[in-house]
Nanobody, 127 residues
């Protein structure tokens, strides 16, 4: 059984930093793509970043490129999202998701391609 558990969300000031963690279990980490999505009130789920567990290839939404960094620790079956220079518009519930097999740059942000999801962790950026 695939299980994804997010942690690390909270309240931060604009310009600050936060690191989210996604602990995975129940599947072979190698060969899966792990992604972060976020959903603000009244909005759909937006793809934020994705990483290949096999080779570390990464993708980022244009809105976060240069500010967010996704990393992985295969030994711990954990993916991290380091968020720097946070903006008010980054406020959302952040979800970890996973799928078997690789994704292309135009596909990583499609929620329908990810069958496994965590419960979400809220991030609130204040002024």
């Amino acid at each position: 059984e695939v299980r994804l558990v997010e942690s690390g969300g909270g309240l931060v000031q604009a310009g600050g930093s936060l690191r989210l963690s996604c602990a995975a279990s129940g599947f072979t980490f190698d060969g899966y793509a792990i992604a972060w999505f976020r959903q603000a009130p009244g909005k759909g789920r937006e793809g934020v970043s994705c990483i290949s567990s096999a080779d570390g290839t990464t993708f980022y939404a244009e809105s976060v490129k240069g500010r967010f960094t996704i990393t992985k620790d295969n030994a711990k079956d954990t993916v991290y999202l380091q968020m720097n220079s946070l903006k008010l518009e980054d406020s959302a519930v952040y979800f970890c998701s996973a799928r078997s097999g690789p994704l292309g740059s135009t596909q990583f942000s499609l929620p329908s391609l990810y069958p496994y999801w965590g419960q979400g962790t809220p991030v609130t950026v204040s002024s």
